[in-house]
């Protein structure tokens, strides 16, 4: 199954084996060609990206500018640095940076209404994080037509309306008209959060699915086109298929990197969360590595998880894990256990990660668990066990 989905792969693997038969055979190729003239495979490709290792900041994440939470500081930035990290990813919603009367739900006409004052924080904290040597990658978390989440309502459909897809290229042409002179090593693009069907997108439990393969590709390849305009070497980056979990087959001739998730299995990293699970009152209790309900949890099941992103690696896509991390109902001990297997299965394939989130039920700080012990870091609650493992990988 996964040679006809990679046939570059199984090309690699008969050529090898070939080889290997030919050297038992004393040398030669069927035909009596000598092996030794025939070039060897080439090694597996190394991951193209950076293994860049840092966080999600939500300062603009929410569609409403009041509900967002306290601006990331300079100060918080410096931190992030100081401990050896090198990457955030900034999860926008673009009604954060448009001007509508918020009274009403949003139209198609309004859409395109950039708030020049918002914008500019936007582009200040950019500016902030690297100064303080971190990539960043901005994010559509919301975009024009489509979120994961439910609670805003949009005026249409990203993958029904061209009038939709139109509009979140207008945002990424602006973005990338924004940072045009800014280097790859500095920026990159992350067109769309955790693409997925939604039999209704205000239902947040709704029934959800991948997005049929062509209309992903479709809107890549607008997307990719309205930011390349700008700047031809942009480094642009997907999020996987089906809520980031799915390696996206169709684009990779298109020069754009993928990004995959570490929230596997749900059961662990979203233990009793609302917005997952419609009754959480009767969840099995995690553990790991150990039987959780009807399953088995272990490092195994992460590593056969992780093996599409990591082949995709060794076929010359870069991959990073945009999101990984756990909400804090979770066991603080079980959480780290499961989270040191995922990191570790990340590293030994050259991929990094962005832990969802700096600040708050995710985080590294004030994450409101009732089972760790926080150190006092100015004011904040610190997980220091956390900063540690995420230090040693």
């Known amino acids: 199954m996964e040679e006809e989905k990679y046939p570059a792969r199984r090309a690699f693997l008969v050529q090898a084996g070939t080889l290997a038969a030919a050297t038992l055979a004393g040398g030669y190729l069927p035909g009596g060609t000598l092996a030794a003239q025939v070039p060897r495979p080439a090694a597996p490709l190394k991951n193209p990206l950076p293994r860049w290792k840092g966080f999600n900041l939500l300062d603009f994440f929410s569609p409403d500018p009041t509900q967002n939470r ?15 990290f090198d990457f955030i990813r900034l999860p926008m919603a673009y009604p954060s940076y448009v001007k509508f009367d918020r009274s009403k739900p949003i139209t198609p006409e309004q859409v ?17 994080a690297h100064k303080h040597n971190l990539h960043v990658s901005l994010n559509l978390h919301r975009a024009p037509g489509f979120c994961v989440n439910a609670g805003f309502v949009e005026p ?81 980056i997907a999020d996987g298929n089906n809520v980031g979990n799915n390696v996206i087959p169709e684009i990779t001739d298109l020069d754009i990197a993928q990004s995959c998730r ?79 297997d995922v990191l570790d299965v990340l590293k030994t394939h050259d991929i990094g990660f962005a832990l969802w989130e700096f600040r708050g039920s995710f985080g590294l700080l004030d994450s409101g668990r009732d089972d760790v012990a926080y150190e006092d870091w100015h004011g904040h609650k610190l997980d220091r066990k956390l900063l540690t493992l995420l230090q040693k990988h």
């Open 70 to 84: 306290g601006g990331t500081s300079e100060e918080q930035l410096k931190w992030i640095a100081d401990w050896g």
């Open 262 to 340: 570490g929230y596997n299995p749900g059961i662990i990293s979203h233990y009793k969360a609302p917005w997952v699970f419609k009754d959480s009152s009767n969840l099995p209790e995690p553990k790991w590595p150990g039987q959780v309900g009807d399953q088995y949890l272990s490092r195994a099941m992460l590593e056969k998880a992780y093996e599409p992103w990591i082949e995709l690696t060794q076929q010359g896509v870069g991959v990073h894990c945009g999101e990984c991390g756990c909400w804090n109902k979770t066991p603080h001990e079980v959480f780290l256990a499961w989270f040191g």
């Open 156 to 236: 249409y459909n990203l993958w029904q309306d061209a009038q939709a897809l139109d509009d979140f290229c207008y945002h990424w042409n602006f973005w990338a008209t924004r940072f045009g002179q800014t280097s790859r090593q500095k920026i990159s693009f992350d067109l769309l959060n955790e693409p997925c069907t939604r039999e209704d997108m205000n239902d947040q439990h709704s029934r959800r699915g991948p997005v049929p393969g062509d209309q992903y590709r479709a809107l890549a390849l607008a997307a990719s086109k309205a930011i390349r305009s700008v700047n031809p070497d942009h480094l642009i």
């Open 112 to 128: 395109r209404a950039l708030d020049p004052q918002a914008t500019d924080r936007i582009e200040q904290l950019v500016y902030l």
